[in-house]
């Protein structure tokens, strides 16, 4: 199932009552017992981009895990606009499966204006775009199955449960099969795919789930296509207790920053 087809429900449904959309999505975005994170929140952000002026565009997207959502089972999508300003719309999407709240997002949408204020992000990732991919072995029963819609080539840091002392992963990511039309839907889908930086820490596969995830886009946006590679740099900022805390900044092909990302995940290693 791919991606455009599961966005394209969203729109469709919408359109004809932004407050009924039902969806079911394969087995093929599994992620454990739960559906990828990425593609949940993705669809939720899409939900609430139907409810809010094209004009204004996503500034930050912060979403909680609050339970799984099944596989191949239906779910519904709620979107309730807290407040339409002038310049900022807030809006509020949860998914609903057996009438339990699985995850809850809050976006803030805000049209561009003129400012004096104008700083520039001086950060550049400075990795060689993946002429040779280092990509992420696919291991039977432990590579999550979502990834099989991904494409990530690796820079810096180890993959998970190699046992490695490294705790940050730099690398690059992009869609295998390519969407029609890259949106904001997608980058929100990509940017998630990446393991938690903490669990090449790990020797043998342990348990890991993103409890909280906030996500902030930096405007404007350059044009890309679906074929282009994203520039991914994550640290662990700390871990204890077995609550890991990462950050991480993604760049386009260009070397622009596009997006900041910022997890809490727990792990039961």
């Not at 429900?9 to 990828?36: F, P």
């Not at 997207?61 to 807030?90: H, M, Y």
């Not at 993959?159 to 690059?172: I, Y």
């Amino acid at each position: 199932m791919h991606i455009d087809t599961l966005l394209n429900s969203v729109k469709q449904q919408a359109e004809l009552n932004i407050n009924d959309i039902k969806l079911s999505v394969s087995s093929g975005w599994e992620q454990g017992r739960t559906l990828y994170g990425g593609i949940s929140a993705s669809l939720v952000y899409q939900a609430m981009r139907e409810a809010v002026d094209s004009e204004k565009v996503m500034r930050s997207l912060s979403t909680n895990f609050i339970g799984p959502i099944e596989a191949g089972s239906d779910f519904s999508i709620i979107v309730e606009v807290l407040r339409e300003g002038k310049n900022v719309t807030q809006v509020v999407g949860r998914v609903l499966q057996d009438n339990k709240v699985a995850l809850m997002s809050q976006a803030s949408f805000g049209i561009p204006r003129q400012s004096k204020v104008n700083v520039s992000d001086p950060l550049q990732h400075k990795m060689d775009y993946p002429e040779k991919p280092n990509f992420m072995p696919q291991i039977p029963k432990v590579t999550p199955k979502f990834l099989g819609h991904f494409d990530l080539s690796k820079n810096k840091g180890g993959w998970p449960f190699t046992g490695t002392k490294e705790s940050a992963v730099h690398g690059w990511m992009r869609f295998k099969e390519q969407p029609s039309v890259f949106s904001d839907a997608h980058l929100i889908a990509l940017i998630d795919i990446w393991p938690p930086t903490v669990l090449q820490i790990l020797c043998s596969p342990a348990m890991a789930s993103t409890m909280s995830w906030n996500l902030e886009f930096i405007h404007p946006h350059q044009k890309v296509s679906g074929v282009d590679w994203f520039a991914y740099q994550a640290q662990t900022r700390q871990a204890a207790d077995g609550y890991a805390h990462t950050e991480a900044n993604i760049w386009d092909k260009n070397g622009t920053l596009v997006a900041i990302s910022r997890q809490v995940v727990a792990v039961f290693a």
